[in-house]
């Protein structure tokens, strides 16, 4: 798909790519973003003519960068930039190699239906690329509104999206999936009719994550033991500093009694997510070998919001490896039909 493309499009995408990869300033991705939008009104011989005249920085909104990356992409000047973003944006990993081979998928991602910056297909496309044979499609829902989430109707409508893509994306496939929101209560922000729906269903804290730690374990454990729950994602919700990156300064993790929890997760067999986002590489260590100690299913996931963070599963990989995660214990080790059977999908 990606030879059809011209040649600035191919360049402008795995520039986005890149800084993604990167978890670089919004700032910077939304400039291409903007560009590769503006680009995309013209023909594309039009985009050639204006690059050979060395006329495309005349068009409000397309900056040096783009014009540097656009120019290298017709051979009219170097390719500095997408060359030094190869190498300063690739992942610093040492170790887990054996593990990423044996990953057959990816159990928590984002989309353009929620707060994702790319739509279903392209992540399809970058997860294929990588190696990997489904997705799991697990958009926020509705209640989570700076997420522009999920309600049951789009959610109907994105489940006949991911049909029609899988007739074409085959043997690929995107499961259907969403990252509910647990609620203060221990309850999820969506009915079980709808959940029922789905294949695979992560939930997560994303508000009031300060609770007691007495209310939040209780809060954990009630969303755990639901039926249609199969991951437990990013359990403690820190956030780790993370210099200029979206990450912030960091956020301490929520308290809970980590052992009712687990127990829980074993209990009812739902899997403690190891969140690969660099940002978060949740659970901390010594909560990931509590969890394994308990016999807690894992599921590596990469939380990721564009293409280019699907390759932070390496992260989880390398983490777990070090601390003597099997393949066996990782629930995306498995098949997309094996997946299925083990959560009841």
Not at 90 to 117: F, I, K, M, P, Y
Not at 197 to 211: K, W
Request: hydrophobic share 40%; with cysteine; glycine share 8%.
């Amino acid at each position: 798909m990606g030879s059809e493309q011209p040649p600035w499009r191919t360049a402008i995408d795995r520039a986005i790519y890149l800084l993604d990869r990167d978890l670089a300033p919004v700032q910077k991705v939304r400039a291409f973003v903007k560009a590769r939008e503006l680009l995309g009104h013209l023909e594309p011989d039009q985009v050639e003519t204006l690059v050979r005249a060395g006329k495309l920085q005349a068009i409000d909104g397309i900056g040096p960068s783009t014009d540097a990356v656009v120019r290298g992409a017709y051979g009219l000047g170097p390719t500095d930039y997408l060359d030094d973003l190869e190498v300063s944006t690739a992942l610093d990993v040492d170790g887990g190699a054996e593990l990423r081979a044996a990953l057959r998928g990816d159990c928590h991602s984002h989309s353009t239906w929620s707060d994702g910056g790319a739509e279903l297909r392209a992540m399809a496309a970058a997860a294929a690329a990588l190696g990997h044979d489904y997705l799991v499609a697990t958009d926020h829902s509705a209640r989570l509104t700076v997420a522009k989430g999920l309600s049951p109707e789009r959610l109907a409508r994105q489940i006949t999206e991911i049909e029609a893509l899988n007739e074409e994306l085959t043997p690929f496939r995107i499961l259907t999936g969403m990252e509910v929101d647990i609620l203060t209560d221990g309850g999820l922000d969506l009915p079980d009719e709808f959940l029922a729906r789905l294949d695979v269903v992560v939930a997560s804290v994303h508000h009031e994550i300060h609770q007691p730690a007495a209310e939040m374990t209780k809060r954990l454990v009630t969303a755990v033991a639901n039926p249609h729950v199969d991951i437990l994602g990013h359990c403690t919700n820190r956030k780790l500093p993370v210099g200029d990156r979206r990450g912030g300064t960091g956020r301490k993790p929520s308290e809970f009694d980590a052992d009712y929890v687990f127990a829980a997760c074993a209990r009812f067999g739902t899997a403690v997510e190891i969140n690969c986002r660099p940002e978060r590489q949740d659970p901390p260590d010594e909560l990931l070998s509590l969890a394994m100690e308990w016999d807690c299913r894992l599921s590596i996931d990469s939380d990721a919001h564009a293409p280019g963070q699907l390759e932070w599963v390496a992260y989880g990989c390398e983490r777990a490896e070090r601390l003597g995660v099997e393949p066996d214990r990782v629930i995306n080790t498995r098949s997309a039909d094996e997946l299925l059977d083990l959560v009841g999908g």
